[in-house]
């Protein structure tokens, strides 16, 4: 039977899942050499009040390359072309490590089950520690201020009931974000759809210096293989959240 959790966006804290307002955003992928670049929204929320001894805010993603070495982004960057079925696939180390992790996770669920398992397809799609790991990239992608593939891992259309200049708008003071997987219980299953609970300690540091710690689970879910799912209700994706300060 599925659980009820409540959603971490319900109220604003800076690090959470969530901004307060709306607006219209998206995040576009230039073909040929597999980097993206963030559309800027029509309108942000408004600003917060001005804190001392900021951090300015990324223009752009870091980079794979930046975050991990050109070298370990190269094996990675490897592994995504490998496994991608893609025309134009975002496998380019100027990208951000969680959008080349996530389009690996995509394609590695595409063609689960569709004959011998693919090098780099690890965990296999369908395990709790592959739902773990939409949470692990979920705050990667925060933590390299891709907030269109952090937004994505709510699924294709992104957290419901919220746009994504809403979404990115939330994490403008975050500077750093760190999350911590606890061990995970067992899953559960209802109405054609897989639940894993994933517990969680997050870490944040906002661009003042201050320091955030937040405590709680989120639940991701994918579809059990049901006739007529789309590839992206196969995944594993956030389905709710319960966060709170500790």
Request: hydrophobic residues 40%.
């Amino acid at each position: 039977m599925k659980q009820t959790w409540i959603a971490a966006a319900s109220w604003c804290a800076p690090l959470l899942l969530a901004g307060c307002g709306s607006a219209d955003g998206r995040t576009e992928r230039a073909a040929g050499d597999g980097a993206t670049t963030t559309t800027a929204p029509a309108s942000r929320p408004a600003a917060a009040a001005p804190v001392a001894a900021t951090t300015p805010r990324r223009t752009r993603p870091l980079s794979c390359a930046a975050e991990i070495g050109a070298a370990a982004a190269a094996r990675r960057v490897a592994i995504c072309r490998n496994v991608s079925p893609a025309t134009h696939p975002p496998c380019n180390a100027v990208n951000s490590c969680a959008l080349i992790d996530d389009e690996i996770a995509r394609s590695c669920a595409l063609f689960d089950g569709k004959g011998a398992p693919m090098p780099g397809c690890t965990p296999p799609p369908k395990s709790a520690a592959a739902a773990a790991a939409v949470v692990q990239r979920y705050y990667a992608a925060l933590n390299a201020g891709d907030y269109g593939t952090a937004w994505q891992q709510w699924g294709d259309d992104g957290r419901p009931g919220q746009t994504y200049a809403a979404f990115a708008g939330g994490f403008a003071h975050t500077r750093t974000t760190r999350v911590t997987i606890g061990t995970l219980p067992p899953g559960d299953a209802g109405a054609g759809s897989l639940y894993q609970p994933v517990p969680v300690t997050v870490d944040a540091t906002l661009d003042d210096g201050r320091h955030q710690r937040f405590r709680g689970r989120y639940v991701v879910r994918r579809v059990n293989d049901v006739d007529g799912a789309s590839p992206g209700q196969l995944r594993w994706h956030i389905d709710s959240a319960q966060l709170k300060p500790g």
